[in-house]
C-alpha cells in the first residue's frame, strides 16, 4: 500500500500530476529532495505572490508570522517516509486559507498520523514512481482532508483560487527533475 493511503486514505481535494523520464525510479526520487523554489523563478514569483499580503502587513508594522520566515518549501513539510524507489512522501498541517498558512509544527510522521483537530487541514504530497516502457513514470499527489464541514467551507475557495497555481508548480517540478535526470543520464 502507498505511504500516501496510509496517511492521508481519506481526502477531500486532491490533485495527480504525472511526467515520464529515462532514469532510474530511486535517482527521481533523490532529485525530488534536491529541489527548491528558489531555483525556478516562475515558482519563487508564485510563492511570493501567496504570501504578498502576510508579508506586506509585516513591512507595514502589523501582525505577520511569515515577517522573519524564509519562502515556503519542501522545508515546511513533514517527512513521513520513503518506500525504497517506489515513493516518497511529505506532510503538512494547516489553515492554508490564512495569509500565513496556519501551518502547525508537526514533529514526525507519528504525530502527523494522530494529528486531528477540528479547523485545521492535513495535506499529504508525495512523489512515486511506475516502469513506464523504458523509463520511469513518476507522479506526485496531493491530498487534503478537512476534519469538518466549516474547515471544508473556509479551504473550497482557497482551493478553487490555488489549484492552478498549485498544478503548475507541481508540472515544473516534474520538468526540473528530468531536466537534472537527462543531464545526469543522457540516453
Known sequence: MPLIDDYL?????????SLVIDAPPGALLDLVLAQDAEGDPLIKRLIALRELPSRLAGALGR??????????????????????DREIAFGLVGQFWRTDY???RIASAEDYAAFCEPG????????STEPAGPGTRLLTHTRIFCPDAATRRRLLPYWLLIRPASGLIRRRILRRIKRAAEARWPR
Not at 486514505?9 to 500530476?17: C, G, K, L
Not at 501582525?63 to 517527512?79: C, D, V
Open 9 to 17: 486514505p481519506d481526502h477531500h481535494f486532491a490533485e495527480t500530476h
Open 63 to 84: 501582525p505577520s508570522t511569515l515577517k522573519a520566515r524564509p519562502s515556503f518549501g519542501l522545508h515546511e513539510f513533514t517527512p513521513l517516509g520513503r518506500d525504497g
Open 102 to 104: 496556519g501551518l502547525r
Open 120 to 127: 485545521v487541514a492535513k495535506l499529504a504530497m508525495n512523489f
